[in-house]
């Protein structure tokens, strides 16, 4: 059948190449391995399925921890070598941006992870939590629990901790909430002595922190050998499995965090993909996460986006899509991503859901 413009072109009339844009160095790299895992496992449903459209799915696994500017040219250079028709990405917004800003709508870029919001660039899927959806209902919720009113925010120094910060700071601006302090750092930040005692002195109740990967397990060892989690709470959403276990069991106390998945969930959804995850692995697995899993999620939403755009331009659908995965989320390009959240705390090595959110609640 001919390829018409309608649809995701390919090169090749019997393959598409996913472009599978994830941290594999720097400091997201802690999620690369589970990224991988999950898109391969989704990749091999994929095909045993018909793949998409008929032509079998591969990946092309670029590395997307380095510096959004080598990471764009990177996206750019396969997509004109004819390398990649499609891109699912976990790594940081500050990549996004600039991947977005050559690829544009040039081909489907899923971008998976949760993230500030207000992505509009035509042919750009953000199918992950929002500060609104996610942040809001949790900080809300921990706050009543423990009557937390002064909040110290901590985040690496780009679009997603700032933005974020921003809407939330908004939200107390509602109630009797304060923020008593504000920092942001470059990644790689390895020492935090200063920053630990102005928490300190600052006299917070909570600290929300929106840092990534070896920076967040680092700021946490930090936090728990100081002291301070004997009276301030951490609020966290991006620290996940992974980070939790770099971080140590000895310097998770009062820690929570907020997400639309976590490996511990009893549902029938999330039973059914671990049974098949470990089957597959084996117990020497990379321990799955929400940040791994979203790229599960992305895999499978461009498989419903390219069934979808058959008989439409795939930049301008405003199709329902619901994932095949282990989330209960729905998408529209219209409404945003749609999912129940929950607020886990750390117990020693693991995140138990201790409140739900459930969408548009």
């Not at 472009?19 to 690369?32: D, E, K, R, V, Y």
């Not at 998976?112 to 996610?134: D, R, W």
């Not at 002595?193 to 002195?201: K, R």
């Not at 511990?264 to 039973?271: A, C, H, V």
Request: negative net charge.
């Amino acid at each position: 059948m001919p390829i018409s413009e309608s649809t995701i072109a390919s090169q090749r009339r019997d393959m598409l190449s996913v472009g599978l844009f994830i941290p594999t160095s720097g400091a997201a790299g802690i999620w690369g391995p589970s990224c991988r895992a999950c898109a391969e496992i989704a990749t091999d449903e994929i095909n045993r399925n018909g793949g998409i459209n008929g032509r079998e799915v591969f990946l092309k696994i670029i590395d997307a921890g380095d510096s959004p500017q080598l990471v764009a040219e990177s996206a750019e250079d396969y997509f004109l070598d004819g390398e990649i028709d499609a891109i699912v990405g976990m790594h940081t917004s500050d990549v996004r941006e600039a991947v977005a800003n050559v690829i544009g709508s040039k081909l489907p870029y899923i971008y998976t992870p949760l993230y500030e919001g207000g992505e509009t660039t035509p042919g750009v899927f953000c199918i992950g939590e929002t500060p609104s959806m996610q942040l809001l209902p949790a900080s809300k919720g921990l706050s009543d629990r423990y009557n937390l009113k002064r909040w110290y925010l901590v985040g690496n120094d780009y679009v997603w901790p700032r933005t974020s910060h921003a809407v939330f700071r908004k939200s107390l601006g509602a109630g009797d909430g304060v923020v008593c302090g504000e920092t942001y750092l470059p990644f790689g930040t390895t020492r935090f002595g200063e920053l630990l005692d102005d928490i300190d002195q600052s006299k917070a109740d909570a600290v929300l922190v929106s840092l990534v990967g070896s920076d967040a397990i680092q700021f946490n060892k930090e936090f728990g050998r100081s002291g301070l989690s004997g009276r301030i709470l951490r609020l966290s959403c991006a620290v996940e499995e992974n980070v939790l276990l770099a971080i140590g069991a000895a310097h998770t106390d009062g820690l929570f965090a907020v997400s639309g998945y976590f490996s511990d969930l009893k549902t029938k959804k999330n039973d059914s993909f671990k049974e098949r995850y470990y089957n597959r692995y084996g117990t020497p697995a990379p321990q799955l996460n929400a940040i791994g899993q979203s790229i599960y999620e992305g895999m499978h939403f461009l498989k419903e986006l390219s069934i979808g755009c058959e008989a439409v331009d795939w930049r301008n659908t405003d199709h329902l899509f619901k994932f095949n995965g282990a989330r209960d989320s729905v998408f529209s390009v219209k409404d945003g991503t749609s999912s129940t959240i929950y607020l886990a705390q750390a117990m020693g090595h693991d995140l138990k859901v201790v409140e739900s959110y459930p969408a548009n609640s």
